[in-house]
């Protein structure tokens, strides 16, 4: 009979492994749904901005344009479509599937002034390239004033300036005491 040696770190190794196998089956949905060769897809997203745009690709190899459709509502963008799967049942071997298929649904939220009919998708060899424009920055309107052409002295409409007001008598001394008022709000 021949010796095996005992090595603890493979043995502790191995159990992580199975513990981890059985727990993520338990938490996870999409690890137990892989496990019974049903898994959830969602395509790889790669989302980049440049000076004008932001630019979307999507990896959605073995899909048609006509499998894939892109809404834009209330400032978000969703993707969405289903991959269906190529692999026929046979009676006989075994099959292994390592490729998902099924529906998937993508949400991205858009900046505020977006325009979504500016929006443009082109799909070429399985990947999706949706650019979106970025909305022209708000700046700040400049008002100019305008001047009084007659350089008469006259005022604003509305008020006259035939009459002298009489200065208003204050009383409690210097400032008065709508002054005091203030100051002691203010302090």
């Known amino acids: 009979m021949a010796v095996i040696r005992w090595e603890p770190a493979r043995e502790l190794s191995m159990l992580q492994n199975e ?6 089956t338990m938490l996870d949905p999409t690890a137990a749904n892989a496990a019974r060769g049903t898994a959830r897809w969602m395509p790889a997203i790669d989302l ?9 690709h999507a990896d959605l ?17 969703t ?8 692999v026929e049942q046979r009676g006989e071997g075994r099959t292994r599937i ?10 991205l939220g858009l900046p505020d002034g977006v325009d979504p009919e500016q929006i443009t998708a082109r799909f070429d060899r399985g990947v999706l390239e949706v650019r979106i424009p970025k909305p022209e920055q708000r700046r700040p309107r400049r ?7 007659r350089g008469d002295g006259s005022a604003i409409e ?20 709508d002054n005091q008022k203030l100051a002691r709000s203010a302090s």
């Open 19 to 24: 513990m981890n196998r059985l727990f993520g």
């Open 48 to 56: 980049i901005e440049h000076d004008d745009a932001f630019v979307l």
């Open 61 to 77: 190899p073995g899909m048609d344009d006509d499998d894939i459709s892109i809404e834009v509502q209330d400032d978000v963008l």
């Open 79 to 86: 993707l969405s479509g289903t991959r269906s799967s190529t």
């Open 98 to 107: 390592e490729r998902a298929s099924g529906s998937f649904t993508r949400s």
């Open 143 to 149: 008002v100019t004033i305008s001047t009084s052409s």
């Open 158 to 177: 509305g008020v006259d300036t035939s009459r002298t007001a009489e200065p208003k008598r204050s009383t409690g001394g210097a400032g008065g005491a």
